[in-house]
């Protein structure tokens, strides 16, 4: 089944402990981005990859990091979280022909 | 920088009533915008969409305009069934090729009324 994973679905870590939040997909999309969703704010885009070590800064990439060492993958790493990072993270992904994207089914975030 | 604007942010109409979603856009070179459903604690999927080469489309019960001159795009849900109830989101692709994003806008949270 053609899919974006991500893992863990829902993490409550404290201030300061470094985390990552891993994203995959099947279907061998050339682009792939993350989006953090707070309430009023709709989603944002924290950072992208265009391809394989091609990543740039979206929005609101303070805090964040991003690696792209194979297709498939495109983890999300807080080195040092803090509380107004508490948030609904969604990986997406798209082949560069197409606008069409595909969701992940999100990681809740909580950072105390 | 880019940004899409949407409006209303909450919406309540009775079931069987039209709901209208309406959302302006900053990037004239923008040409593609999806419209996206989110229903409570799952993703968003993807519902319509309209490039800038077409004024409307269809798709049964909804459908979307365009507006390139005004640079302003609708979302229309005719006869509204309470599985119509979820956050809908509208978005517009801004830049070129794969460098190419997706702005999303705020979010819209419709409730329908048994």
């Known amino acids: 089944e053609a899919q974006v994973t991500q893992n863990p679905r829902y993490l409550i870590t404290v201030t300061g402990k470094k985390l990552t939040v891993t994203c995959s997909q099947n279907?061998?999309?050339?682009?792939m981005s993350w989006y953090r969703q707070d309430p009023g704010l709709g989603l944002r885009q924290i950072y992208y990859?265009?391809?394989?070590?091609?990543?740039d800064k979206g929005d609101v990439p303070e805090g964040y990091k991003v690696s792209r060492k194979e297709k498939r993958n495109f983890p999300l790493i807080l080195e040092s979280p803090s509380p107004n990072q508490t948030s609904l993270y969604f990986c997406?992904?798209?082949?560069?022909?197409?606008?069409?994207?595909?969701f992940g089914p999100g990681t809740r975030l909580t950072v105390l | 920088g880019e940004n899409v604007e949407q409006h209303p942010s909450t919406l309540s109409v009775q079931e069987g009533d039209s709901a209208v979603i309406k959302c302006t856009y900053s990037?004239?070179?923008?040409?593609?915008f999806p419209w996206y459903k989110q229903e409570l604690g799952k993703r968003p999927q993807l519902i319509i969409d309209?490039?800038?080469?077409?004024g409307e489309k269809k798709d049964q019960r909804i459908a979307v305009t365009l507006n390139k001159t005004a640079k302003h795009f609708s979302l229309h849900i005719t006869e509204t069934q309470p599985e119509d109830s979820a956050v809908y989101f509208c978005?517009?692709?801004?830049?070129?090729?794969?460098?190419?994003?997706?702005?999303f806008g705020s979010g819209t949270r419709l409730s329908i009324r048994p």
């Open positions: 990037d004239s070179a923008s040409n593609y």
């Open positions: 990859s265009m391809n394989v070590e091609v990543t």
């Open positions: 279907m061998n999309h050339e682009y």
């Open positions: 309209i490039r800038s080469n077409v």
């Open positions: 978005a517009a692709l801004t830049g070129y090729s794969s460098a190419s994003k997706i702005i």
């Open positions: 997406a992904s798209r082949p560069v022909s197409t606008d069409t994207q595909y």
